[in-house]
T-cell receptor, first 114, second 113 residues
Framework: KTQVEQSPQSLVVRQGENCVLQ??????????LRWFKQDTGKGLVSLTV?????DKTSNGRYSATLDKDAKHSTLHITATLLDDTATYIC?????????????FGQGTSLSVVP | NAGVIQTPRHKVTGKGQEATLWCEPI?????VFWYRQTIVQGLEFLTY????????DSGMPKERFSAQMPNQSHSTLKIQSTQPQDSAVYLC???????????FGPGTRLTVL
């Protein structure tokens, strides 16, 4: 059973448009949720982390929300650039007594075209 | 700060050969994690070290896979008798503590022919 589900699987937008990525999860306990950007052939770069119920974060053109009751998060990218083309991965941290066991979504593949 | 370093970046092996992947965590980080990424399964946790000691290897395949951390500056993931289904990107991450933010390396792409 998939514990972290992302939608859409893939998305194509024109440069300058806004887009919204969704993440639904069933992980318990859900200590925190983080959005990563993964460029092709590269590692994961953290965009933002959400910890508390109804958290909202903003990091430049990236903003995110978390609804822990609904176990749902969104990532908004405004005024997309060609360099935003990447896979965006939603990760839920299920903290055990000693470490954060990360549960990964399958990712949303975003393509920004001219 | 060079970040997490993984070598090699790409490795091609023949079926049945051994593959050793290296990870150098960020200096000062006491926690090291290994993950595997495939198109079908996505990213999966393999194993976790804290202060060089293995803490959780619940994600490691029971056979052929082993991980070590002989000193605080590097960890290795060894796959014996590689099989085509082992082909994946293997990612290493490190953090200050087990619950702090994890910083990921670029990964090693393993291809088993």
């Amino acid at each position: 059973k998939t514990q972290v589900e992302q939608s859409p699987q893939s998305l194509v937008v024109r440069q300058g448009e806004n887009c919204v990525l969704q993440c639904n999860y069933s992980v318990t306990p859900d200590n925190h949720l983080r959005w990563f950007k993964q460029d092709t052939g590269k590692g994961l770069v953290s965009l933002t982390v959400l910890v508390h119920e109804n958290d909202k974060t903003s990091n430049g053109r990236y903003s995110a929300t978390l609804d822990k009751d609904a176990k749902h998060s969104t990532l908004h990218i405004t005024a997309t650039l060609l360099d935003d083309t990447a896979t965006y991965i939603c990760v839920v941290g299920a903290e055990s007594s000693s470490f954060s066991k990360l549960v990964f979504g399958q990712g949303t593949s975003l393509s920004v075209v001219p | 700060n060079a970040g997490v370093i993984q070598t090699p970046r790409h490795k091609v092996t023949g079926k049945g050969q051994e593959a050793t992947l290296w990870c150098e965590p960020i200096s000062g980080h006491s926690a090291v994690f290994w993950y595997r990424q495939t198109i079908v399964q996505g990213l999966e946790f393999l194993t976790y070290f804290r202060n060089q000691a293995p803490i959780d290897d619940s994600g490691m395949p029971k056979e052929r896979f082993s991980a070590q951390m002989p000193n605080q500056s590097h960890s290795t993931l060894k796959i014996q008798s590689t099989q085509p289904q082992d082909s994946a990107v293997y990612l290493c991450a490190s953090s200050w503590t087990g619950i702090a933010e994890q910083f990921f390396g670029p990964g090693t792409r393993l291809t088993v022919l």
